[in-house]
């Protein structure tokens, strides 16, 4: 999955959340690290940050309908 795909996915509405995206990232970003491109490994924390803000707020829209706070 490439960067572009991750975006996009990203900016989807969804109710569920894929958990292979962090694995996904994590690859893209230790390549950028090995060939010394720091713009696109920041550009990836940053994707990884906007990965775990959504699926934290996927997670606590869950719980609270359950009413398992």
Same mark, same amino acid.
């Given at each position: 999955m490439s960067?572009? *795909?991750?975006?996009?996915?990203?900016?989807i509405k969804k109710i569920?959340?894929?958990d292979n995206i962090f694995?996904?990232?994590e690859k893209l970003k230790k390549q950028a690290i090995n060939?010394? *491109?720091e713009e696109l490994a920041n550009e990836i924390w940053c994707?990884?940050?906007?990965?775990n803000i959504q699926k934290m707020y996927i997670d606590m829209f869950y719980?609270?309908?359950e009413n398992k706070y």
């Open positions: 960067i572009e *795909n991750i975006k996009k996915y990203l900016a569920a959340f894929d694995d996904k990232l060939t010394f *491109n994707l990884e940050t906007i990965c719980l609270l309908k």
